[in-house]
């Protein structure tokens, strides 16, 4: 389903690009990106929107819903390198790169917009500094990578999953979609083990666990953190990966 785009709805991604710019944006800056021709696209859950081997001729921004980045071996397992929530813009390494070499989902229902690459040239070069934050987004979504390698690689799964609830909580709330640290969570335990490396049994235990700690609460796919620098403490988790100004997302 596409459709049009209305300028309110364009608030999460203002929001993300405010939020990692060095630098205030103009109001000529900031029209251009509302003015960005958008192909608004709803996607049901686990949809590809882009495939591994694609070589496509735009790229998209999240509006609403969260949308994960992975890649699969030959023998089906899946794993998930980083989740996209409202604001971002997960493949604008296309604007570089001739073929892609992940596959970015979604994970429950998500909307999206498409833009050409050529509209996103034409802004770049009329407006240079979008061009720098873009290059910055980049480098945080990179950033991010290396952080799952650890914490995948070296934390146990308490820690995984408290510092996976953290960076969900701190990038939702820097566009506004973490009020009182409460945000929607879609992702299935299947997804989550996906995720973290672990098993779906796992991630039940898991769960369960920091409940028990009463860190969290996980009702109806929504999370709840109770306890923010208990939740913070358990998972080591400190922000300056995510390259935010507004870190806490109270």
């Not at 999953?161 to 299935?188: K, N, Q, S, W, Y």
Request: charged share 25%; net charge neutral.
């Amino acid at each position: 389903m596409t459709g049009t785009l209305k300028q309110t709805d364009m608030h999460p991604f203002v929001r993300k690009i405010e939020s990692i710019a060095l630098f205030a944006l103009t109001d000529d800056e900031r029209a251009a990106l509302l003015a960005l021709p958008l192909q608004m696209t709803q996607f049901e859950a686990y949809q590809d929107i882009v495939r591994e081997g694609d070589s496509p001729a735009r790229c998209f921004a999240v509006f609403d819903g969260i949308a994960c980045t992975y890649k699969t071996t030959l023998g089906g397992k899946r794993q998930v390198m980083a989740y996209h929530v409202a604001g971002d813009i997960p493949d604008i390494q296309s604007l570089h790169l001739k073929v892609l070499d992940i596959s970015i989902g979604t994970v429950g229902p998500c909307r999206v917009g498409f833009v050409q690459h050529d509209a996103v040239r034409a802004l770049l070069r009329a407006f240079p500094r979008l061009g720098d934050t873009l290059w910055r987004a980049t480098l945080i979504d990179a950033a991010i990578v290396r952080e799952w390698m650890l914490n995948t690689g070296r934390r146990d799964a308490y820690a995984r999953m408290a510092h996976l609830f953290c960076e969900l909580i701190t990038r939702l709330g820097v566009v506004g979609l973490a009020p009182d640290r409460t945000c929607e969570l879609p992702m299935i335990q299947p997804e989550l083990a996906d995720a973290l490396g672990i098993t779906p049994v796992h991630v039940n235990r898991t769960i369960r666990d920091l409940k028990a700690a009463g860190l969290i609460t996980l009702r109806s796919r929504r999370l709840t953190v109770h306890d923010w620098d208990g939740l913070m403490a358990a998972a080591e988790f400190d922000p300056t990966y995510l390259h935010v100004t507004d870190r806490d997302p109270a």
